[in-house]
C-alpha cells in the first residue's frame, strides 16, 4: 500500500467555521491531489499540486484553498465550512507523468452542521 | 459534461459467473485507463488500467478491454467472487494529469 493518511478521518464542525484536511505521504511522489467524493458525482477534484508551491485548480475549486510547503505535505483548507461541503475528502498521490498510476489514502469524512 | 461515464449505477452478478462493468468517455485524447475498487469507508484502490496503445490487459480474474473507436472500455471479473462486492470506478488521464472518473459502479457478487 502506498503511504499516504490523512488527518483527521472524521469531522464534524459548524457553518462558518474553517477547516484544515491534512495529507501526508511517504513515497516522496511529485503530485498529490484533493477530491470529494458524493453520491452521484463519482470523484471531482478540488485542488492538485504539481510540488512544493506549485498548485493549481480542480473541477470544484471554490470555497478551498491548498498549500504545499513540503513535499510530503498537502492541506486543504475550507475557510469557512458551509453545509454543501459535508462529504467524503480523498487525498491522492502520482508519480505525474505518462501511464502513472494514483494511489488513494484512506478519506476524511466530514460533516458540516 | 461528464467526461466519464458509467451507465449502469449498480450491477448484481451470481458467484462464478462473469461480471462486465462498463465505462464510456468522450475525450479521444485520453491515453490511460484505470480501474479502481471502492468498499465503504476506505479509500479507493487500483486495480488495473491499461494505455490508449493496447486493446486487453490481464491480471488474475481481471481483464479490461479498450474499444478506442467506440472510446469505451469494460472490465470483466471471471470468476465473480462475494469479496469483488464493491463499488468500481473508472478513470481516465491525458499524460498523467488531471484524472476524470465516472460516476461508480457497485457490483454486488451474490452467494
Known amino acids: 500500500d502506498a503511504g499516504i493518511t490523512q488527518s483527521p478521518r472524521h469531522k464534524v464542525t459548524e457553518t462558518g467555521t474553517p477547516v484544515t484536511l491534512r495529507c501526508h505521504q511517504t513515497?516522496?511522489?511529485?503530485?498529490m491531489y484533493w477530491y470529494r467524493q458524493d453520491p452521484g458525482h463519482g470523484l471531482r477534484l478540488i485542488h492538485y499540486?504539481?510540488?512544493?508551491?506549485?498548485?493549481d485548480k480542480g473541477e470544484v475549486s471554490d470555497g478551498y484553498s491548498v498549500s504545499r510547503s513540503k513535499t510530503e505535505d498537502f492541506l486543504l483548507t475550507l475557510e469557512s465550512a458551509t453545509s454543501s461541503q459535508t462529504s467524503v475528502y480523498f487525498c491522492?498521490?502520482?508519480?505525474?507523468?505518462?501511464?502513472?498510476?494514483?494511489?488513494f489514502g484512506p478519506g476524511t469524512r466530514l460533516l458540516v452542521l | 459534461d461528464q467526461q466519464v461515464k458509467q451507465n449502469s449505477p449498480s450491477l448484481s452478478v451470481q458467484e462464478g459467473r462473469i461480471s462486465i462493468l462498463n465505462c464510456d468517455y468522450t475525450?479521444?485524447?485520453?491515453?490511460?485507463f484505470l480501474w479502481y475498487k471502492k468498499y465503504p469507508a476506505e479509500g479507493p484502490t487500483f486495480l488495473i488500467s491499461?494505455?490508449?496503445?493496447?486493446d486487453k490487459n490481464e491480471d488474475g480474474r481481471f481483464t479490461v478491454f479498450l474499444n478506442k473507436s467506440a472510446k469505451h472500455l469494460s472490465l470483466h471479473i471471471v470468476p465473480s467472487q462475494p469479496g469483488d462486492s464493491a463499488v468500481y470506478f473508472c478513470?481516465?488521464?491525458?499524460?498523467?494529469?488531471?484524472?476524470?472518473f465516472g460516476p461508480g459502479t457497485r457490483l454486488s457478487v451474490l452467494p
Open positions: 491522492a498521490i502520482s508519480e505525474g507523468g505518462a501511464w502513472e498510476t494514483q494511489y
Open positions: 513515497e516522496n511522489h511529485r503530485y
Open positions: 499540486s504539481y510540488g512544493v508551491k506549485d498548485t
Open positions: 475525450n479521444s485524447m485520453f491515453d490511460y
Open positions: 491499461i494505455s490508449s496503445i493496447k
Open positions: 478513470a481516465a488521464t491525458l499524460r498523467g494529469q488531471n484524472f476524470v
